[in-house]
């Protein structure tokens, strides 16, 4: 059984910073790619960033680009995502969310994603 755990949430004013971390247990297996969803209340679940685990391209939706950054450490099966310049409307549970399956594209659809965390809360205040 593969888990992803995410932290770092938490409640946070306009204009500032979180980092969240999640980090991946259990059986071992090999992620290809490993991405960050969010979804606010009444709204659907949509894409943040993703980070493919080979070569380490980053993917971004338009509405973070330049405020977040996504990143991984390897070793510890573990990813980032360096959120700055916080906005009220970034406030949502984000979800982390990776891939077992071997194969290129598709970084912001969720079907794409085999495993997911339980979700953290982030909360900006304006």
């Known amino acids: 059984q593969v888990q992803l755990v995410e932290s770092g949430g938490g409640l946070v004013q306009a204009g500032g910073s979180l980092r969240l971390s999640c980090a991946a247990s259990?059986?071992?297996?090999?992620?290809?790619?490993m991405g960050w969803f969010r979804q606010a209340p009444g709204k659907e679940r949509e894409f943040v960033a993703a980070?493919?685990?080979?070569?380490?391209?980053?993917y971004y939706a338009d509405s973070v680009k330049g405020r977040f950054t996504i990143s991984r450490d390897n070793a510890k099966n573990t990813v980032f995502l360096q959120m700055n310049s916080l906005k009220p409307e970034d406030t949502a549970v984000y979800y982390c969310?990776?891939?077992?399956?071997?194969?290129?594209?598709?970084?912001?659809?969720?079907?794409?994603?085999?495993?997911w965390g339980q979700g953290t809360q982030v909360t900006v205040s304006s």
């Open positions: 259990g059986r071992t297996i090999k992620m290809y790619a």
């Open positions: 980070i493919r685990w080979i070569g380490g391209s980053t």
């Open positions: 969310a990776g891939r077992g399956r071997f194969y290129f594209g598709d970084y912001d659809l969720s079907h794409a994603y085999d495993y």
